[in-house]
T-cell receptor
Framework: GAGVSQSPSNKVTEKGKDVELRCDPI?????LYWYRQSLGQGLEFLIY????????KSGLPSDRFSAERTGGSVSTLTIQRTQQEDSAVYLC?????????????FGPGTRLTVL | AQSVTQLGSHVSVSEGALVLLRCNYS??????LFWYVQYPNQGLQLLLK??????LVKGINGFEAEFKKSETSFHLTKPSAHMSDAAEYFC????????????FGTGTQLKVEL
């Protein structure tokens, strides 16, 4: 079956511009996660959606970052006024129910480069 | 709070040799532990996970890991390395009440030499 997909695969933007990154989770998965992978910080959690519950935004690094999940499926991560330190690979994952033992299935990521 | 420490950012083994990648965790509650592998320019793929059932966990591609509470460890092993095992390996932890978000270690790059 189809896995987690992300678009675009690569995004180059200029400092100060806004960007939107998209994630399509596996059909039927109620939980969706965003992580960021960068050389300096490793893999870090950003935000977590579970069903209709309020998202866990505890990992978002600043108020320039936001995310939404429409209709319990597709999610968009938005970064406003991008900075060079935002350059990283943004990974999306989904899991069946959001239980701590669930396997998270990862997409291929979006590589963001801020010039 | 929970954290994971992976000793050795780079490990090199000969093809056919034992692979041992180390992971130690810190958690205030019983943890759930995962090993993921990342091949170049790809997302992460689950190798295996510990969910408080059997302490010796077998995964894909011949990998296994043993949960040792007394040592707070979850080391990954494979008896015989193959060239295709060259990749980056991440240990991760989640816990009940933690919303299933994963806390990752810094990763270990495995190199397999002829």
């Amino acid at each position: 079956g189809a896995g987690v997909s992300q678009s675009p695969s690569n995004k180059v933007t200029e400092k100060g511009k806004d960007v939107e990154l998209r994630c399509d989770p596996i059909s039927g998965h109620t939980a969706l996660y965003w992580y960021r992978q960068s050389l300096g910080q490793g893999l870090e959690f950003l935000i977590y959606f579970q069903g209709n519950s309020a998202p866990d935004k505890s990992g978002l690094p600043s108020d320039r970052f936001s995310a939404e999940r429409t209709g319990g499926s597709v999610s968009t991560l938005t970064i406003q006024r991008t900075q060079q330190e935002d350059s990283a690979v943004y990974l999306c994952a989904s899991s069946l129910q959001g239980h701590p033992t669930d396997t998270q299935y990862f997409g291929p990521g979006t590589r963001l480069t801020v010039l | 709070a929970q954290s994971v420490t992976q000793l050795g950012s780079h490990v090199s083994v000969s093809e056919g040799a034992l692979v041992l990648l180390r992971c130690n965790y810190s958690s205030s509650v019983p943890p759930y532990l995962f090993w993921y592998v990342q091949y170049p320019n790809q997302g992460l793929q689950l190798l295996l996970k510990y969910t408080s059932a059997a302490t010796l966990v077998k995964g894909i591609n011949g990998f296994e890991a043993e949960f040792k509470k007394s040592e707070t460890s979850f080391h990954l092993t494979k008896p015989s390395a193959h060239m295709s095992d060259a990749a980056e390996y991440f240990c991760a932890v989640s816990r009940a009440g933690g919303g299933n978000k994963l806390t990752f270690g810094t990763g270990t790059q495995l190199k397999v030499e002829l």
